[in-house]
């Protein structure tokens, strides 16, 4: 199999990456950034457009498909049946100034690209997981000068308990990992300071890959 990471040059996306590398596993990265270059698969573009999706190669379904064991199965050079969503923005906006079209950035950053990967893992046969990073302090209470962070994370945690619901009886997964506050650039790049409670990416990669491994693992070894 391989594995798809949306953001996948950010901080989190960048150790996530590594940390599914570090088992075997192939990954295939994405990034808006078209000067980006990498010895990994990269797909270059917009994750929460659609013709984004309709380019992304589906690899072949047959590499993974005669494996004896998961370990084997898991580090084939199989079709994409894993997608970590690390693609966000963090604005600080109150709610008294959030435009309409700054609402709709957040959650065409946060979370449409969990929607459409979400569908492009359902079109093709289980088991496939779906890891969507949301729900840290400030998306389960309200609070000053996040309206759009927060708004988006809302709607991302929506968005993952329907999707666990619709595919409920199928070997279709999705993780919605309540990851608190991470040390990544995000913070310098709005102009905060990191909080004193976060943690490293590769601490909370390490935790979030290890868990989608697990979930993969039981639907494969249910269908031996």
């Given at each position: ?115 459409l990967a979400a569908q492009y893992l359902t079109a093709r046969p289980g088991p496939t997981c779906l890891a969507v990073l949301g729900s840290d302090p400030y998306s389960t209470e ?83």
């Open positions: 199999m391989r594995a798809f990471v949306l953001g996948g040059f950010g901080g989190i996306g960048h150790a996530v990456a590594c940390a599914l590398k570090k088992r075997g596993i192939q990954v295939v990265l994405s990034t808006r950034r078209e000067d980006i270059e990498s010895d990994d698969r990269v797909i270059y573009g917009q994750p929460s457009e659609q013709r984004f999706w309709d380019n992304t190669p589906v690899f072949d379904e047959t590499k993974d498909s005669q494996n004896n064991t998961f370990e084997d199965w898991l580090v084939a050079r199989g079709p994409i049946r894993l997608v970590f969503v690390c693609t966000g923005s963090l604005n600080f906006t109150d709610s008294l100034h959030t435009t309409p079209a700054a609402l709709h950035d957040a959650i065409d950053a946060h979370v449409t690209p969990a929607l309200g609070t000053i000068d996040l309206c759009q962070y927060v708004v988006a994370k809302h709607a991302l945690a929506g968005l993952a308990a329907c999707i666990e619901e619709d595919a409920f009886g199928t070997r279709h997964r999705v993780e919605h990992f309540e990851v608190g506050n991470v040390d990544t650039p995000l913070w310098s790049g709005a102009g905060a300071d990191v909080p004193d409670d976060a943690e490293t990416p590769e601490i909370a990669a390490e935790r979030m890959v290890e868990k989608c491994i697990d979930r993969l693992k039981e639907d494969w070894t249910a269908m031996q």
